[in-house]
């Protein structure tokens, strides 16, 4: 007080005052500084934290819209703004050579801020398309990683097969972000490696008993178990059975042969392996030629061993250098379509078996036979995973004209033909294809029409309006045609394969074709060197 420091003293007592004071008023001080930081702490760690989620709600909403709209890529960057509470964020979406996605998003809550980062894992990749190098001395095949983003990466090389690819085959796994790639050389031998991880395995020889009999027939294929996920690869070693070895993941099995009925001195030619949906299950087509006569049959997979094998073709068929032959599977078993007889009217009308229970049924013939009494030289059958339906498409000589016509299955018999063009550009190769999308239920067929360099599509939903148009424009007239069907999105890819050897790739939106890329000039297409398959395991990203 002022009294007492004006009252007069002794200087001891006035000390002993002044100190007291000074204590006190530091007591004091302290207390008020002590309780201050210790709030000021408490407010910033609640806005950091509230910074923090709001940061991860702008990475849920931009991961969610890359999801959900399929179109979000064709303008980068995207930006997404929106509000938490009190707090905002601010997420930018971005790629990597639009393969994969790379998300910035920043949360801000008065002074606080937190910045989330994702992408650069690879997630984004939807799709593997593989054909080969123009150079024909080049041993590597190549691919492009296809995004979800609607874009194809740059060239890559995949793993040396020591000659030049010619024919090819791609399958993905049904629970994992793996492919495997079998590859045919032009020196008969037969590699298959495997893409996971960002990366291709070091190739491997399969058919190291033998080379496969010819360079004008596909003599491998893959598929994998879809339930199980495991691989399996099928191919010839020039004897009169196939072989096969199946993938866990990390190696390769044993090689084992399958008995399907070929007479001893006989050669393995084409092989075709589908899966079923949600089984281990698989087909396995087998032609092969004695004498003059070609030949074919079925076996099962059962998912431990090769069963119910059953002879198909046997007939003085006009060429063992098509495919006439392919399977698939109804609900109720599988279905094998296929050419046979010895007189030109008996070839004309498509034969078919179905497997229900435990036991092929009888041959069957479509109502009527092709057009023109015309011997089918390719066939390409798909069903609709969601539902019974089915199709058939047959390629086909009428008199000097190739031509392409098709039947449904309705759910109980196989219907009338339905014309697709007047002339296609050849049967020499594989001039259409042809895949059901599960999301959209639309049968897309895509075929090259003689003369012209824009390719043609139908698409269509059983029972519903046939859609006709082309795709993207092209420059050359195509050979050998590729479909796709996304299962996840109401998407299509497209490979062609074109008189001039370019490998083209295009995309189907939803309502339109859209070009990607020409993946390469000049590459040759005497070979069905092009395959694509799309993840399968889950949405991405």
């Not at 013939?365 to 015309?374: A, E, H, I, Q, V």
């Not at 083209?504 to 000039?521: H, I, K, M, N, P």
């Not at 590459?523 to 399968?536: C, H, I, Q």
């Amino acid at each position: 007080m002022t009294t007492l420091i004006r009252e007069k003293s002794s200087g001891a007592m006035l000390v002993g005052l002044v100190v007291a004071i000074l204590i006190m008023a530091l007591l004091i001080t302290g207390l008020v500084v002590v309780l201050g930081t210790g709030l000021m702490e408490s407010v910033e760690t609640a806005n950091a934290s509230a910074a923090f989620f709001a940061a991860e709600s702008g990475m849920s909403a931009a991961k969610a819209y890359v999801t959900t709209n399929s179109e979000w890529a064709r303008s980068l960057p995207v930006s997404l703004t929106g509000m938490v509470g009190r707090s905002a964020f601010s997420a930018t979406i971005t790629t990597t050579n639009r393969v994969t996605v790379n998300v910035t998003s920043t949360g801000a809550r008065n002074e606080a801020e937190w910045t989330s980062v994702w992408g650069g894992t690879g997630t984004a990749v939807r799709a593997m398309f593989v054909y080969k190098d123009a150079v024909i001395s080049n041993a590597f095949p190549r691919y492009r990683a296809y995004s979800h983003l609607g874009y194809a990466c740059g060239e890559l090389y995949a793993g040396n097969i020591t000659a030049e690819p010619q024919w090819q085959r791609i399958a993905a796994d049904p629970r994992t972000n793996e492919y495997i790639l079998v590859s045919q050389n032009s020196s008969r031998w037969i590699y298959a490696q495997v893409w996971t991880g960002g990366a291709w395995f070091a190739s491997t020889l399969l058919n190291n008993a033998g080379q496969c009999p010819s360079t004008l027939n596909r003599s491998c294929d893959v598929a994998y178990e879809q339930n199980s996920g495991r691989g399996m690869a099928v191919y010839s070693v020039g004897a009169n059975t196939p072989r096969y070895r199946t993938w866990d993941g990390t190696n390769w099995s044993a090689e084992a042969a399958i008995n399907v009925g070929a007479a001893a001195g006989s050669q393995i030619r084409w092989l075709r392996l589908v899966a079923r949906t949600n089984s281990n299950e698989m087909l396995l087509l087998s032609r092969w030629q004695v004498a003059a006569n070609n030949l074919s049959a079925a076996i099962r997979w059962n998912g431990v061993a090769w069963v119910n094998l059953r002879a198909l073709e046997n007939c003085a068929s006009a060429s063992i250098d098509t495919e006439p032959m392919d399977g698939g599977f109804l609900p109720a078993g599988a279905v094998t379509f296929y050419v046979n007889g010895n007189s030109a009217n008996q070839r004309a009308q498509p034969k078919y078996r179905t497997f229900v229970g435990a036991a092929w049924g009888p041959e069957n013939n479509l109502p009527t036979r092709l057009p023109g009494n015309s011997e089918p030289r390719w066939i390409r059958m798909e069903f609709n995973t969601n539902s019974t339906l089915g199709f058939v498409g047959f390629l086909y000589l009428n008199g000097a004209a190739p031509q392409l016509t098709g039947s449904y299955w309705t759910g109980a018999a196989w219907g009338a033909y339905t014309n697709y063009s007047a002339t296609l550009n050849t049967v020499t190769e594989r001039d259409f294809d042809v895949a059901w999308s599960s999301r959209s239920n639309i049968l897309m067929t895509a075929y090259c029409l003689q003369g012209q360099t824009n390719h043609n599509y139908v698409a269509q939903t059983y029972g519903g309006t046939a859609v006709y148009g082309t795709l993207a424009p092209g420059t050359d007239l195509g050979r050998w045609c590729y479909l796709a069907a996304d299962p996840f999105y109401n998407e299509f890819l497209y490979g062609a394969l074109d008189n001039a050897g370019d490998v083209v790739l295009q995309r189907w939106d939803g309502t339109r074709w859209r070009a990607l890329v020409e993946a390469t000039a000049q590459s040759g297409f005497n070979y069905d060197s092009v395959g694509t398959a799309y993840r399968r395991d889950r949405l991405v990203p």
